[in-house]
């Protein structure tokens, strides 16, 4: 069965500082894709980075980096550099084809930036 | 602004009231999806649009109807609503309904009570 997990309901992190929020995921299909969003308090969902999963290089962006582990079936985001504006929700998600077009997301994790 | 809107953002109903929830999209996207995101839930995938043509329905109740007229709009009808479905209700486009690179872009979402 496909599945995203987020274990981590809540996070702090000191301004400035790096974080790491984990995702791991369950698939049997050998193509697919894994998304990190990011949801403010206002509601929009901002979508942050992908990593396909023949990508062979872990994708960057910015201040957002996928650190992408086939092997274990986890895709953390590590966000560098924290910012107050990047207190959010921030959800991982897996885009597979087995039954047809179908999206996951994860339960999410509230990152909470320190001043 | 975002390229996705959606009207209106709040909604209140009644259990017996028919009521339409609108998306719009002007990121020349062929691809359009209707999420749900409960409280203490991931975000549900109920339906995706392809060119126009429905090309995923996530065992959603019939109460829930999707429209789509043509590749910028997309709505969903919604009639006899039970109180469970009350919840956040997001669009999201994307250039197409593949699973690879697939970016989407999502509106604020309507924020709907159902009494």
């Known amino acids: 069965a496909q599945k995203i997990t987020q274990t981590q309901p809540g996070m702090f992190v000191q301004e400035k500082e790096a974080v790491t929020l984990d995702c791991t995921y369950d698939t049997s299909d050998q193509s697919y894709g894994l998304f990190w969003y990011k949801q403010p308090s206002s509601g929009e969902m901002i979508f942050l980075i992908y990593q396909g999963s023949y990508d062979e290089q872990n994708a960057t962006e910015g201040r957002y980096s996928l650190n992408f582990q086939k092997a274990r079936k986890s895709a953390n985001l590590v966000i560098s550099a924290s910012q107050l504006g990047d207190s959010a929700m921030y959800f991982c998600a897996m885009w597979y084809t087995t039954g047809g077009f179908k999206t996951i997301f994860g339960a999410g994790t509230r990152l909470f930036v320190k001043a | 602004e975002t390229g996705v809107t959606q009207t209106p953002r709040h909604l209140v109903m009644g259990m017996t009231n028919k009521k339409s929830l609108k998306c719009e999209q002007h990121l020349g996207h062929n691809a359009m999806y209707w999420y749900k995101q409960s409280a203490k839930k991931p975000l549900e995938l109920m339906f995706v649009?392809?060119?126009?043509?429905?090309?995923e329905n996530n065992s959603v109740p019939s109460r829930f109807s999707p429209e789509c007229p043509n590749s910028s709009h997309l709505f969903l009808h919604l009639h006899t609503l039970q109180p469970e479905d009350s919840a956040l209700y997001l669009c999201a486009s994307s250039l197409r309904a593949r699973k690879d690179y697939n970016e989407q872009f999502f509106g604020p979402g309507t924020r709907l009570t159902v009494l």
């Open positions: 649009y392809s060119l126009e043509e429905r090309v």
